[in-house]
């Protein structure tokens, strides 16, 4: 099942990735990682968790998906995470990305939250979208 997963993965990379706004508020592009990169300046995002499950009806093939990103703050200031999740949100309403091999049934932001992570100090701050994919 980790097909409609990483399509919907690879469909927001390209809406992202796409625009101004956004890589402007993530210091001049996006970047979104599975893993911390080393040594790299905040505002960045990564992949969360991530969980498909079958949600088939009616002989139609369906994946319901919940994908958190975690968006990692510049020191001192919760904002520029809040600022980056607040502009996926919006791109995700505004432009639904368009995942290859599947068709989007639904894509919305479920949730933003900001925590303070315990080992490095830094702020963090997870959006987290819910969807419904279906295959042709």
């Known amino acids: 099942m980790s ?16 625009d101004a706004e956004l890589a402007r ?4 592009r996006v970047r979104i990682h599975d ?3 080393p040594g790299a300046p905040p505002v960045y995002a990564l ?11 009616d002989g139609a093939l369906r994946h319901r998906h919940s994908h958190a990103l975690i968006l990692v703050a510049r020191p001192g200031s919760a904002r520029t995470a809040l600022d980056v999740a607040d502009r996926m949100a919006a791109l995700v309403a505004e432009r ?8 989007l ?3 919305h932001a479920t949730g933003i939250a ?10 963090r701050a997870t959006l987290t979208l819910e969807a419904v994919t279906e295959t042709p």
């Open 25 to 28: 508020l993530m210091g001049g």
């Open 3 to 18: 097909g409609p997963l990483l399509a919907l993965r690879a469909a927001l990379i390209g809406l992202f990735a796409a």
């Open 96 to 103: 639904p990305p368009r995942p290859a091999g599947h068709t």
């Open 114 to 123: 900001v925590r303070r992570d315990e080992r490095s100090g830094e702020a």
């Open 105 to 107: 049934v639904l894509l």
């Open 47 to 57: 992949f969360g968790e991530a969980a498909v499950r079958d949600d088939s009806a």
């Open 35 to 37: 893993e911390p990169p």
